[in-house]
Structure formats: structure tokens, C-alpha cells
């Protein structure tokens, strides 16, 4: 069988992808999973995404192909006039099956070679006998990694019958399948299979670096969302305030209270905790706007137990998650109300 028959029965193309999909989806995702779930902290993640993208850069280079890597990679990138936006892999896959066809002329090129130098229609015991003036003859590009010539072409022979039976399979049964570790005996001796194992290889190596480029880019993003939350908490209570001189006004509404949960130097002297957590409610839900910006429950305990003190709210925060019966029957988030709107009336806090 020649190497055209073999093209239009679709065996490079199925190969290629039954390769890809294989490692990408079978052999790789368990150990990727191990590699992560044996991290601490996401510092060590981060250091495991950088090793494989390192790694992966490390393959594509030694399997060369630049033109193709490059062509493949700016095919990704959206700002590129080479973006492709759908069906990218099935292109690329037809791509790569397109390469080797330019590359390779027959899957038994040594066979073809050893009659053409020997000037035979067929290898005879004689063929054998001119095989070291035939390698020095014969392309070093395309030299197989053994020079054994009776087992290169005996490895030749098999590895045709054996691409023809795969597709005589394919034709009675309509699907693909194949054994890459069964194929991947005959590499030594074909150089063919060696490029077709490569572009198979530099095709899921192309993915993973872009899959990993993307996990580092999530991980960049979640930093620096986590560093602008962060450089976003405020530090002192007047920070809590969306304009920081209602901050004094404000705690104002605690000291005339009745009871009052404040003195003038901004000590605690309440009987009932709850009542700062109905103050800040009540100061988020300000119309038109509201006066003290949204964080978490810790944020306000902090900078409470900071500005008050002796209030010493509990660790967890959890004023701010009960339920004050008594206050509400008080009517004290009313009275809270009611301070800040005459505060907001006077002008001191906008109309």
C-alpha cells in the first residue's frame, strides 16, 4: 500500500487525533489532578503550573517544527489576524496530517532506497552486501536510529501490513482504534512513524502549554484580585465611610441613643452589642446614598473593637448575624433612624 492509498483512507488524520485525545484526555488529566492535590497552597500551585508550561516549552523545542509551532500559536491569540475562532482543532489536526504528507514520501522508504541504489526492481541477498556504502549514501535527515538493514526493512514490511489492517477494521467497522504502544515498536526502525509519533507529540504539547498559560493567567487573576481587595480594606474606621468626616457624626447617632452606647471619648458604656450592627445597617441603607461601604463582617468587627473601647466584639463576628429581639422591640434601629435623618436634614450629612 502507498503512502496516497494510506492519506485518503484517513489513517494520518484518525492517528493524529486518536493520539491527541488519548494523552489529553486519558493518559494526562490523572496525573495533572496528583500534582495539584499535592500542593498546600496556592503559592505551590503556582510554582506546578510554571514548571509544566516549562516543561511543555522544553518538548516543543526539541521536536523543532517552528514554523508550525509559531503558525499554531498565533492561531490562538485573538488579537492576531490569524485567529481561529472555531473548529481550531480540527484544523490544526488536518494541519499537521497535511505536514507529514509534505515530509515523508512512503512509509518504506529504506525498501525503496536499497532497489534504487542497488538498481533492482526487488531487495536480493546481494542488496545486503553494499549496506555500508549505502548509509553513507543515504540522507542523514532521513536515517532511522538503527542501521540494522534487514531488521529496518523486515519493521518496514510489518508496519504497512499493519496500517492496512487498521484500515480494512476501519472500513468494516467505521471507527478508529488504535494501540500507540504497539505502533510505537516499529519507530526505531521507521523514520516515517518517528515524525508522525512527533507531530502527534508536538500537537498535545502545543495544547497543554496553552492550557497551563491559561491556569497561570487564572491564577494572575485571582492574585491580583485578592491584592486589590486587600489594598481595598480599610485600615482605620473613618475608611468604613464613603466620605470620612461623617464618620464623627456618626458615631454622634451612638451617644444620643437611649441609653446611650457611647460616651464622648468613645467608650462603650451599652448594655446591648447588637446595637452596632443595626447602626451599620442602617448606615448602608442610607438614601440616597449610603454612608458606609459594603465588607465583610470581620472588617466592621475590627475597626469597631479599634475606634470603641472595651466594646470588644467576639472573634467570629457573630453580632452581626443575630437576631436582637429586645432592640427591636426597643424600636432602636427607629431611633437610629430618626437621628440621622435630623442630621441629614441640618445638612451635615447631605440632603
Not at 92 to 105: G, P, T
Not at 142 to 149: C, E, L, N, V, W
Amino acid at each position: 500500500m502507498e503512502k496516497e492509498e494510506i492519506f485518503k483512507s484517513g489513517f494520518i488524520e484518525a492517528f493524529i487525533e486518536g493520539y491527541f485525545s488519548h494523552y489529553t484526555y486519558n493518559h494526562y488529566p490523572s496525573k495533572d489532578r496528583l500534582l495539584y492535590i499535592l500542593c498546600n497552597n496556592e503559592e505551590e500551585k503556582e510554582e506546578v503550573t510554571i514548571e509544566q508550561i516549562s516543561h511543555a516549552k522544553i518538548k516543543i523545542s526539541e521536536l523543532g517544527f517552528n514554523e508550525l509551532i509559531l503558525a499554531y500559536l498565533v492561531s490562538g491569540k485573538k488579537e492576531s489576524r490569524e485567529y481561529i475562532a472555531e473548529k481550531r482543532h480540527e484544523f490544526w489536526v488536518s494541519r499537521f496530517a497535511e505536514s507529514f504528507d509534505d515530509k515523508m514520501v512512503d512509509f518504506d522508504p529504506i525498501y525503496k532506497a536499497v532497489c534504487s541504489y542497488n538498481k533492482v526492481k526487488k531487495i536480493s541477498r546481494e542488496c545486503f552486501e553494499t549496506e555500508d556504502d549505502f548509509w553513507e549514501f543515504y540522507p542523514d535527515l532521513y536515517k532511522p536510529k538503527i542501521r540494522d538493514m534487514i531488521r529496518i526493512i523486515t519493521n518496514e514490511v510489518e508496519l504497512i501490513e499493519h496500517i492496512e489492517f487498521e484500515i480494512d477494521n476501519y472500513i468494516e467497522n467505521e471507527y478508529w482504534e488504535f494501540d500507540f504502544d504497539e505502533y510505537q515498536k516499529y519507530i526505531e526502525g521507521s523514520k516515517p512513524l518517528e515524525l508522525l509519533f512527533n507531530l502527534c507529540e508536538l500537537l498535545v504539547q502545543l495544547d497543554r502549554l496553552e492550557m497551563f498559560n491559561s491556569f497561570k493567567q487564572s491564577e494572575q487573576l485571582i492574585s491580583n484580585q485578592q491584592t486589590k481587595t486587600e489594598q481595598e480594606q480599610p485600615k482605620t474606621f473613618e475608611e468604613l465611610f464613603h466620605d470620612p468626616e461623617h464618620a464623627e457624626i456618626c458615631l454622634r447617632i451612638l451617644r444620643e441613643l437611649q441609653p446611650p452606647a457611647i460616651d464622648a471619648i468613645n467608650n462603650y458604656i451599652g448594655k446591648a452589642k447588637g446595637v452596632f450592627p443595626l447602626w451599620i445597617k442602617v448606615l448602608k441603607s442610607h438614601k440616597p446614598e449610603p454612608l458606609i461601604k459594603h465588607f465583610a463582617d470581620m472588617v466592621y468587627r475590627d475597626l469597631l473593637n479599634d475606634k470603641i473601647k472595651g466594646l470588644n466584639l467576639s472573634k467570629d463576628a457573630s453580632e452581626f448575624r443575630k437576631q436582637y429581639v429586645r432592640l427591636e422591640k426597643n424600636k432602636v434601629q427607629l431611633d437610629i433612624k430618626a437621628i440621622l435623618s435630623q442630621y441629614s436634614q441640618s445638612g451635615k450629612l447631605g440632603k
